[in-house]
C-alpha cells in the first residue's frame, strides 16, 4: 500500500511539473550554467538527444561563432509563441553581439508547435522559407510520430548542415518532387478544404479581428482588412486560383500566378498600413506613428521575397518612418506650429550632459523641439532598440553596462543558484550588484556535461528582428 501510494505521489508531481506554464523569466537558461546549448526543464529530450545535440552545436559555434538554442517546454500558458520567442531571444542575447548570428529552436508541447526565430545575421543564410521547409521535412512527420527526440535532432543536424554549407538550404529532396508532381491535386485539395474553413474563420473573428468591425479596438494605426476585402483577397481569390492554376500547361505559370498573388497580398498589407498612419498622422499622433512604422520596420524584409515592388519602396518606408518623427508639431505651450525639430549641431545647448552622453553612447537619441514664437522647447526621447545599455539606478542614464557576472552559489538539481551580475555605469562610473536567480540543473542538461563545459558559458548579445517560421501538427 505503502509503495502504491510513493508510486501515485510521484505520478502527481511529474504532472505538475509537466503541466508548468514557463514565463521568459522562469525558463532556465543552461547556457550560463553549464554551456549547455540545451533547456529541457520538462524533460522531452532524452539524456542522449541533449547530450547530441549539444555536441552538434558546440562544433558549430566553435566554427562559425553562430549560437543556436534549444528550448523544450511543455507550456507557456495563453502566451503568443512568435512573441514569446522574441522577447526570450533579446532577454538571452542568442548570437554574437556584432553579426546578430543567433538562432532560438522552440518547441511548445502544449500548442504543438515549433518555432524557428532568427537573428539579424541569419536571415539570409536561414531565411523563413528554409526554416519552414527544415520543419514540414525534418521534424513535424517525426513529432506527429510521437518521436521528439528524433525530430528535434534531424532539424538540428539539417539547420548545422545549412549554416556551414548554404546552398544545401536550396536541395530538393524526392520527397518533396513528388508532392511537386502531384500539385494539381493538392492545389483542388486545398481550395475545397479552404472552401469549408474559410467561414468558421470569418465568423470567429468577425466581431474583433476586422477593420469595420464593431468592438474593433482603434488604439493606433493598423494594418487589419475590411470584411469585404478579406472575402475577395483571402477567400474567394485564393479559391478560384487554386482551382484555375492546376488546369495550366506550365509549372513555371503555377508557381508564376501563386507569387504574383502573395505578392498582391503584399502590396495589400503595406497599403494598408500606410493609408491607417497617414490616419493617424491627420490626429496628430506623430509618435505613435513612427513606433508603428518601427514595429513594421520587417516590411522591409518583403524585399527579398517580392523584389519588385518592395525593393523601390525601401526608401520611401525610411522616408515616411523619419517623415512621422520630424513632423511639424504644434508648441506644447503656446500652440504656435513648430516646422522641424533642431539640428544635431544646434540642439546641445538645450541637453544636459547626461543627455548628451547618452546620444554619444547611442543608446538614446534625443530630438529637440524649440518653439519659434515663446521660445519653449522640449525634447523626445527615443531609445536605441539595439543598445546594451540600461538605466543607471543611481543617475538614471542609459549607460549601464555590465561588467562581469559570477556564479555565487551554484544551482544543483534541487535547489536554485545565485548569479552575481556586476554592470557599472559608464556616465557616473558608479557600480551596481545585482543577484539574479540561476534555475535548477535537470537531469537530462547534466548529462550534456560530457559534450559541453562543466563551466557556465554565455549568449553573445545577439539581437533579432523576428525572423524564422513556425509549424504546428
Known amino acids: 500500500m505503502k509503495s502504491l501510494t510513493l508510486l501515485l505521489s510521484f505520478s502527481i508531481l511529474i504532472r505538475l511539473v509537466s503541466a508548468q ?14 554551456n549547455s546549448y540545451v533547456s529541457n526543464p520538462n524533460h522531452l529530450l532524452n539524456e542522449a538527444a541533449v547530450s547530441q545535440i549539444n555536441v552538434l ?4 559555434e566553435r566554427k562559425t561563432t553562430v549560437q543556436v538554442a534549444v528550448v523544450m517546454l511543455g507550456s507557456i500558458g495563453d502566451a503568443d509563441v512568435f512573441e514569446f520567442a522574441q522577447s526570450l531571444f533579446k532577454r538571452w542575447g542568442i548570437g554574437q553581439a556584432k553579426s546578430d548570428n543567433g538562432l532560438l529552436i522552440l518547441y511548445v508541447q502544449d500548442q504543438r508547435t515549433v518555432r524557428f526565430h532568427t537573428g539579424f545575421g541569419l536571415e539570409g543564410v536561414l531565411p523563413d522559407a528554409i526554416c519552414k521547409r527544415i520543419q514540414i521535412q525534418k521534424m513535424v512527420p517525426r513529432f ?39 500539385e494539381g491535386g493538392l492545389s483542388i485539395f486545398a481550395a475545397l478544404l479552404w472552401f469549408i474553413i474559410g467561414p468558421f474563420y470569418f465568423f470567429s473573428q468577425r466581431k474583433s479581428g476586422f477593420a469595420n468591425s464593431k468592438t474593433f479596438y482603434h488604439n493606433g494605426p493598423h494594418t487589419t482588412i475590411k470584411k469585404g476585402n478579406w472575402w475577395l483577397w483571402y477567400f474567394l481569390l485564393p479559391i478560384l486560383l487554386l482551382i484555375t492554376i492546376p488546369f495550366l500547361s506550365s509549372r513555371l505559370i503555377f508557381y508564376g500566378s501563386i507569387y504574383v498573388f502573395l505578392m498582391l497580398l503584399a502590396i495589400g498589407k503595406y497599403n494598408r498600413m500606410i493609408a491607417s498612419a497617414n490616419d493617424w498622422l491627420s490626429k496628430g499622433e506623430y509618435r505613435t506613428v513612427y513606433e508603428f512604422y518601427q514595429k513594421y520596420k520587417g516590411v522591409i524584409g518583403l524585399a527579398i521575397l517580392f523584389p519588385i515592388p518592395f525593393a523601390f519602396l525601401i526608401s520611401n518606408f525610411k522616408k515616411r518612418k523619419l517623415a512621422a518623427r520630424q513632423h511639424p508639431r504644434p508648441c506644447l505651450k503656446c500652440n504656435q506650429l513648430i516646422v522641424a525639430p533642431m539640428t544635431e549641431a544646434t540642439e546641445d545647448e538645450f541637453l544636459n550632459a547626461e543627455t548628451i552622453f547618452e546620444e554619444n553612447l547611442k543608446s538614446v537619441d534625443y530630438d529637440v523641439w524649440k518653439c519659434p514664437n515663446c521660445g519653449d522647447f522640449h525634447y523626445e526621447m527615443y531609445i536605441n532598440p539595439k543598445t546594451k545599455y540600461s538605466v543607471c539606478p543611481q543617475c538614471n542614464t542609459h549607460a549601464l553596462y555590465t561588467v562581469n557576472s559570477s556564479t555565487k552559489v551554484s544551482a544543483t538539481t534541487s535547489s536554485t543558484g545565485i548569479l552575481e551580475v556586476v554592470k557599472q555605469c559608464k556616465f557616473c562610473h558608479k557600480k551596481t550588484i545585482i543577484e539574479e536567480t540561476i534555475p535548477e540543473i535537470s537531469t537530462s542538461s547534466d548529462s550534456s556535461s560530457s559534450s559541453s563545459s562543466d563551466s557556465g558559458g554565455s549568449w553573445g548579445g545577439g539581437d533579432s528582428g523576428g525572423g524564422g517560421a513556425s509549424s504546428s501538427w
Open 57 to 60: 552545436l558546440d562544433s558549430l
Open 21 to 34: 506554464s514557463f514565463t521568459i523569466e522562469t525558463v532556465p537558461n543552461t547556457k550560463l550554467v553549464n
Open 144 to 182: 506527429k510520430e510521437g518521436d521528439i527526440n528524433a525530430g528535434m535532432i534531424a532539424g538540428v543536424e539539417e539547420v548545422v548542415s545549412i549554416i556551414n554549407d548554404p546552398d544545401a538550404g536550396e536541395v530538393i529532396d524526392a520527397a518533396e518532387e513528388t508532392i511537386m508532381d502531384n
